[in-house]
T-cell receptor, first 111, second 110 residues
Framework: DADVTQTPRNRITKTGKRIMLECSQT?????MYWYRQDPGLGLQLIYY???????NKGEISDGYSVSRQAQAKFSLSLESAIPNQTALYFC??????????FGPGTRLTVL | DAKTTQPNSMESNEEEPVHLPCNHS???????IHWYRQLPSQGPEYVIH???SNVNNRMASLAIAEDRKSSTLILHRATLRDAAVYYC???????????FGTGTRLKVLA
């Protein structure tokens, strides 16, 4: 079984809809991250969390919110999706050596 | 945040060594240099990391310049499965954040 899982893997939605992307990990890591990747570009950090009570904004947090329900779960929400949020979204965890382990990604299309 | 400069793309023949360069002239003294790669349709995966001295693992070697302003990822014998985008990332140990650039797209020719 994969250490970091993301659901859904693909999602098509309409402008204005609320969307939640979920991430679960079995690695026992405290640190979790959400990234966004646009075509041909690197990853941009949206939010990150060092434990259940610690949430931090990344480079591009506007239009997004997160919830850390437990050590193993970190959800990303788009309260009112817009077309320029169409992208590939990755969740990652990090160990004490700062090595990051990424999920398989969620491809989101906002029409 | 430290900035990195990598070539947009490189090509290599199969079973030949590949040297992927990265400039990170603004890196701080405590930032580790991490390398990740992203295979098509997958999330990034860890390759190697180091601070000052050269590092080797089963996947690759990392050569870090003495002034730490640049580093080179070395794949000793490229295979078709090594075709990917390679990211050089200074890890900010103060903020625990990775800042991804656009990386180098490596094409391996059979």
């Amino acid at each position: 079984d994969a250490d970091v899982t993301q659901t859904p893997r693909n999602r098509i939605t309409k402008t204005g809809k609320r969307i939640m992307l979920e991430c679960s990990q079995t690695k026992g890591h405290d640190r979790m991250y959400w990234y966004r990747q646009d075509p041909g570009l690197g990853l941009q950090l949206i939010y990150y969390s060092f434990d259940v009570k610690d949430i931090n904004k990344g480079e591009i947090s506007d239009g997004y919110s997160v919830s850390r329900q437990a050590q193993a779960k970190f959800s990303l929400s788009l309260e009112s999706a817009i077309p320029n949020q169409t992208a590939l979204y990755f969740c990652a965890t990090s160990d004490t050596r700062a090595l990051q382990f990424f999920g398989p990604g969620t491809r989101l299309t906002v029409l | 945040d430290a900035k990195t400069t990598q070539p947009n793309s490189m090509e290599s023949n199969e079973e030949e060594p590949v040297h992927l360069p990265c400039n990170h002239s603004t890196i701080s003294g405590t930032d580790y240099i991490h390398w990740y790669r992203q295979l098509p349709s997958q999330g990034p995966e860890y390759v190697i990391h180091g601070l000052t001295s050269n590092v080797n693992n089963r996947m690759a070697s990392l050569a870090i310049a003495e002034d730490r302003k640049s580093s080179t990822l070395i794949l000793h014998r490229a295979t078709l499965r090594d075709a990917a985008v390679y990211y050089c990332i200074p890890y900010d140990s103060g903020t625990y954040k990775y800042i991804f650039g656009t990386g180098t797209r490596l094409k391996v020719l059979a």
